[in-house]
Protein backbone atom coordinates (compact mmCIF):
# COMPACT_ATOMS: atom_id res chain seq x y z
CA UNK A 1 0.00 0.00 0.00
CA UNK A 2 1.31 3.40 -1.29
CA UNK A 3 1.51 5.93 1.96
CA UNK A 4 -0.62 8.61 -0.30
CA UNK A 5 -3.30 7.34 -2.59
CA UNK A 6 -4.83 9.45 -4.92
CA UNK A 7 -7.37 8.80 -7.76
CA UNK A 8 -5.75 9.89 -11.16
CA UNK A 9 -8.98 10.20 -12.70
CA UNK A 10 -9.33 11.94 -15.16
CA UNK A 11 -12.40 14.13 -14.07
CA UNK A 12 -14.44 15.92 -16.68
CA UNK A 13 -17.01 18.36 -15.27
CA UNK A 14 -19.37 21.65 -16.50
CA UNK A 15 -18.50 25.23 -15.70
CA UNK A 16 -19.61 26.73 -12.72
CA UNK A 17 -19.82 22.40 -10.99
CA UNK A 18 -18.58 22.02 -7.01
CA UNK A 19 -15.63 19.41 -7.60
CA UNK A 20 -14.17 17.25 -5.01
CA UNK A 21 -10.47 16.12 -4.98
CA UNK A 22 -9.73 13.46 -2.52
CA UNK A 23 -6.51 11.64 -1.19
CA UNK A 24 -5.84 8.75 1.81
CA UNK A 25 -2.93 7.78 3.46
CA UNK A 26 -1.83 5.43 5.52
CA UNK A 27 1.00 7.45 8.14
CA UNK A 28 -1.03 8.72 11.22
CA UNK A 29 1.96 10.92 11.64
CA UNK A 30 0.82 13.00 8.90
CA UNK A 31 -0.03 16.32 10.07
CA UNK A 32 0.72 19.03 7.11
CA UNK A 33 -1.69 18.53 4.20
CA UNK A 34 -1.07 20.34 1.30
CA UNK A 35 -3.00 20.69 -2.29
CA UNK A 36 -0.78 21.94 -5.12
CA UNK A 37 -2.28 23.04 -8.46
CA UNK A 38 -0.12 21.79 -11.72
CA UNK A 39 -0.66 23.27 -15.09
CA UNK A 40 0.89 20.84 -18.03
CA UNK A 41 4.56 21.47 -18.59
CA UNK A 42 4.96 23.78 -15.28
CA UNK A 43 6.14 23.29 -11.68
CA UNK A 44 3.12 22.72 -8.81
CA UNK A 45 1.87 25.89 -7.45
CA UNK A 46 0.83 25.96 -3.65
CA UNK A 47 -2.69 26.35 -3.24
CA UNK A 48 -3.45 25.72 0.25
CA UNK A 49 -1.82 23.60 3.66
CA UNK A 50 -4.06 22.99 6.45
CA UNK A 51 -2.46 21.94 9.77
CA UNK A 52 -4.14 18.75 11.50
CA UNK A 53 -7.68 18.56 11.18
CA UNK A 54 -10.53 20.55 10.27
CA UNK A 55 -11.17 23.06 6.90
CA UNK A 56 -9.96 25.83 5.70
CA UNK A 57 -11.24 27.85 2.71
CA UNK A 58 -9.79 30.62 0.84
CA UNK A 59 -11.71 31.73 -2.07
CA UNK A 60 -13.41 29.23 -3.88
CA UNK A 61 -11.72 26.44 -2.52
CA UNK A 62 -12.18 24.63 0.58
CA UNK A 63 -9.75 22.07 2.13
CA UNK A 64 -10.84 19.31 4.64
CA UNK A 65 -8.89 16.91 6.84
CA UNK A 66 -10.36 14.32 8.54
CA UNK A 67 -7.35 12.52 10.93
CA UNK A 68 -9.60 9.76 12.12
CA UNK A 69 -10.07 8.63 8.39
CA UNK A 70 -7.30 9.17 7.02
CA UNK A 71 -8.83 10.98 4.64
CA UNK A 72 -7.98 14.82 2.68
CA UNK A 73 -10.36 16.66 0.55
CA UNK A 74 -10.28 19.70 -1.88
CA UNK A 75 -13.41 21.53 -2.80
CA UNK A 76 -13.87 23.60 -5.32
CA UNK A 77 -17.32 25.91 -6.16
CA UNK A 78 -18.08 27.43 -9.16
CA UNK A 79 -15.59 25.46 -11.23
CA UNK A 80 -13.91 27.71 -14.14
CA UNK A 81 -12.20 26.40 -16.81
CA UNK A 82 -8.63 28.07 -15.81
CA UNK A 83 -9.08 25.46 -12.73
CA UNK A 84 -8.02 22.63 -15.29
CA UNK A 85 -5.16 21.14 -14.25
CA UNK A 86 -3.65 18.31 -12.45
CA UNK A 87 -4.04 18.80 -8.45
CA UNK A 88 -1.52 17.00 -6.49
CA UNK A 89 -2.34 16.43 -2.79
CA UNK A 90 0.74 16.28 -0.31
CA UNK A 91 1.69 15.65 3.25
CA UNK A 92 4.64 15.61 5.79
CA UNK A 93 5.42 15.05 8.96
CA UNK A 94 6.36 18.11 11.49
CA UNK A 95 9.90 17.53 11.61
CA UNK A 96 12.52 19.42 9.90
CA UNK A 97 13.65 17.07 7.30
CA UNK A 98 11.01 14.61 6.91
CA UNK A 99 10.00 14.97 2.56
CA UNK A 100 6.58 16.21 1.06
CA UNK A 101 5.02 12.85 0.05
CA UNK A 102 2.76 13.53 -2.82
CA UNK A 103 0.07 11.55 -4.54
CA UNK A 104 -0.40 10.96 -8.34
CA UNK A 105 -2.22 13.68 -8.81
CA UNK A 106 -6.21 13.97 -9.87
CA UNK A 107 -6.21 15.35 -13.85
CA UNK A 108 -9.57 18.18 -14.15
CA UNK A 109 -11.29 19.18 -16.74
CA UNK A 110 -13.52 21.85 -16.89
CA UNK A 111 -15.77 22.04 -19.72
CA UNK A 112 -17.50 25.67 -20.58
CA UNK B 1 9.82 39.30 -5.72
CA UNK B 2 11.22 36.49 -7.82
CA UNK B 3 10.35 33.49 -7.83
CA UNK B 4 12.49 29.75 -7.71
CA UNK B 5 14.29 29.96 -11.32
CA UNK B 6 15.43 26.89 -12.50
CA UNK B 7 18.10 26.10 -15.76
CA UNK B 8 17.49 24.32 -18.35
CA UNK B 9 14.28 24.38 -19.13
CA UNK B 10 14.65 20.93 -21.85
CA UNK B 11 17.53 18.69 -22.33
CA UNK B 12 18.38 15.69 -24.04
CA UNK B 13 20.96 13.18 -23.31
CA UNK B 14 22.30 10.13 -24.05
CA UNK B 15 22.36 6.81 -21.74
CA UNK B 16 26.18 7.08 -19.61
CA UNK B 17 26.43 10.93 -19.91
CA UNK B 18 26.36 13.35 -16.66
CA UNK B 19 23.85 16.06 -16.27
CA UNK B 20 23.98 19.29 -14.31
CA UNK B 21 20.71 20.98 -13.40
CA UNK B 22 20.44 24.26 -11.91
CA UNK B 23 18.20 25.79 -9.33
CA UNK B 24 17.41 29.70 -7.87
CA UNK B 25 15.72 30.15 -5.01
CA UNK B 26 12.69 32.69 -3.88
CA UNK B 27 14.60 35.70 -2.36
CA UNK B 28 14.68 35.22 1.07
CA UNK B 29 14.64 31.77 0.90
CA UNK B 30 17.62 29.47 2.59
CA UNK B 31 16.24 25.89 1.92
CA UNK B 32 16.30 23.69 -1.35
CA UNK B 33 14.38 20.52 -1.94
CA UNK B 34 14.63 18.64 -5.44
CA UNK B 35 11.74 16.54 -6.92
CA UNK B 36 11.49 13.68 -10.06
CA UNK B 37 8.59 13.41 -11.36
CA UNK B 38 7.80 10.68 -14.19
CA UNK B 39 5.02 11.31 -16.37
CA UNK B 40 1.57 10.57 -14.77
CA UNK B 41 3.27 10.47 -11.59
CA UNK B 42 3.75 12.87 -8.26
CA UNK B 43 6.81 14.15 -7.00
CA UNK B 44 8.96 12.03 -5.35
CA UNK B 45 11.63 13.55 -3.05
CA UNK B 46 15.32 13.12 -4.21
CA UNK B 47 17.37 15.05 -1.13
CA UNK B 48 17.11 18.71 0.57
CA UNK B 49 20.07 21.06 1.08
CA UNK B 50 19.80 23.48 3.90
CA UNK B 51 22.76 26.03 4.55
CA UNK B 52 24.90 24.17 1.95
CA UNK B 53 24.47 21.26 3.86
CA UNK B 54 22.79 17.83 2.62
CA UNK B 55 19.50 17.82 4.66
CA UNK B 56 18.07 14.51 4.28
CA UNK B 57 17.83 12.62 1.25
CA UNK B 58 15.30 10.14 -0.40
CA UNK B 59 15.63 6.91 -2.11
CA UNK B 60 17.98 7.74 -5.19
CA UNK B 61 21.00 6.18 -5.71
CA UNK B 62 24.40 8.19 -5.16
CA UNK B 63 24.26 8.99 -8.73
CA UNK B 64 22.59 11.88 -7.78
CA UNK B 65 24.50 14.51 -6.18
CA UNK B 66 23.97 18.12 -5.57
CA UNK B 67 25.25 21.15 -4.07
CA UNK B 68 24.06 24.32 -2.31
CA UNK B 69 26.01 27.67 -3.12
CA UNK B 70 26.42 30.44 -0.81
CA UNK B 71 23.70 32.17 -2.36
CA UNK B 72 21.09 29.59 -1.38
CA UNK B 73 20.91 28.60 -5.52
CA UNK B 74 21.47 24.86 -5.91
CA UNK B 75 22.67 21.99 -8.50
CA UNK B 76 21.85 18.33 -9.19
CA UNK B 77 24.03 16.50 -10.38
CA UNK B 78 23.30 12.73 -11.79
CA UNK B 79 26.04 10.52 -13.24
CA UNK B 80 25.77 7.03 -15.84
CA UNK B 81 22.38 8.09 -16.81
CA UNK B 82 19.91 6.15 -17.72
CA UNK B 83 16.52 5.66 -19.67
CA UNK B 84 14.67 5.71 -15.97
CA UNK B 85 15.90 9.05 -15.32
CA UNK B 86 13.95 11.06 -18.12
CA UNK B 87 11.22 12.90 -16.00
CA UNK B 88 10.67 16.40 -14.74
CA UNK B 89 12.68 17.67 -12.12
CA UNK B 90 11.69 19.97 -9.78
CA UNK B 91 13.30 22.60 -7.30
CA UNK B 92 11.55 23.57 -4.57
CA UNK B 93 13.08 26.47 -2.09
CA UNK B 94 11.70 27.36 1.37
CA UNK B 95 12.18 29.91 4.33
CA UNK B 96 13.73 27.06 6.21
CA UNK B 97 13.19 23.12 6.18
CA UNK B 98 9.66 23.50 6.77
CA UNK B 99 7.79 21.38 4.15
CA UNK B 100 4.47 22.85 4.23
CA UNK B 101 6.06 26.13 2.60
CA UNK B 102 7.75 25.08 -0.34
CA UNK B 103 7.29 26.98 -4.06
CA UNK B 104 8.24 25.05 -6.88
CA UNK B 105 10.18 26.43 -9.93
CA UNK B 106 8.95 24.90 -13.04
CA UNK B 107 11.18 22.33 -13.42
CA UNK B 108 13.58 20.86 -15.92
CA UNK B 109 12.31 18.22 -18.60
CA UNK B 110 15.42 15.80 -19.03
CA UNK B 111 14.68 13.04 -21.94
CA UNK B 112 17.33 10.16 -21.73
CA UNK B 113 17.95 8.43 -25.38
Known amino acids: QKEVEQDPGPLSVPEGAIVSLNCTYS??????FMWYRQYSRKGPELLMY????GNKEDGRFTAQVDKSSKYISLFIRDSQPSDSATYLC????????????FGKGTRLSVIA | ETGVTQSPTHLIKTRGQQVTLRCSSQ?????VSWYQQALGQGPQFIFQ???????GRGNFPPRFSGLQFPNYSSELNVNALELDDSALYLC????????????FGPGTRLLVL
Open chain 2, 92 to 103: ASSPGTNQETQY
Open chain 1, 27 to 32: NSAFQY
Open chain 1, 50 to 53: TYSS
Open chain 1, 90 to 101: AMSIPTGNTPLV
Open chain 2, 27 to 31: SGHNT
Open chain 2, 49 to 55: YYREEEN
